[in-house]
């Protein structure tokens, strides 16, 4: 019965979170803001988070500049009064 229970175990997902904190602009008139979201943990590296976050963006009209960092749940806490009502939105 254990031997099955750790193969479950092994078997299911991590668990691991990650999530990225972003720069993004809108045009006409120019408006900028800081924000973190959570990505797929397949995309926790900086190119993977800007691919998979770049599109959710853009459906809000907004234009990704960049990703500042990826991170873990850790951190998550100590940015949330930095993104404001960005944190966590896209």
């Known amino acids: 019965m254990l031997p099955a229970l750790i193969l479950l175990a ?5 668990g691991a979170q990650c999530y990225a904190d972003y720069k993004a602009k809108q045009d006409n008139p120019l408006r900028l803001h800081y924000g973190v979201a959570q ?3 397949s995309a926790c590296s900086k190119g993977g ?3 998979a ?3 959710r963006l853009a459906a809000g009209g ?4 960049n990703i500042v960092s990826v991170f873990g749940p850790d ?3 100590s940015k949330k009064a930095s993104a404001g009502g960005y944190f966590l939105r896209y």
Do not use: F, I, N, R
Not at 10 to 14: E, K, N, V, Y
Not at 62 to 65: D, E, F, G, I, V
């Open 39 to 41: 990505v797929p943990d």
């Open 49 to 51: 988070a800007a691919a």
């Open 62 to 65: 907004w234009t990704l500049l």
């Open 75 to 77: 951190k998550l806490d």
């Open 53 to 55: 976050l770049a599109p």
């Open 10 to 14: 092994l078997a299911s997902p991590a």
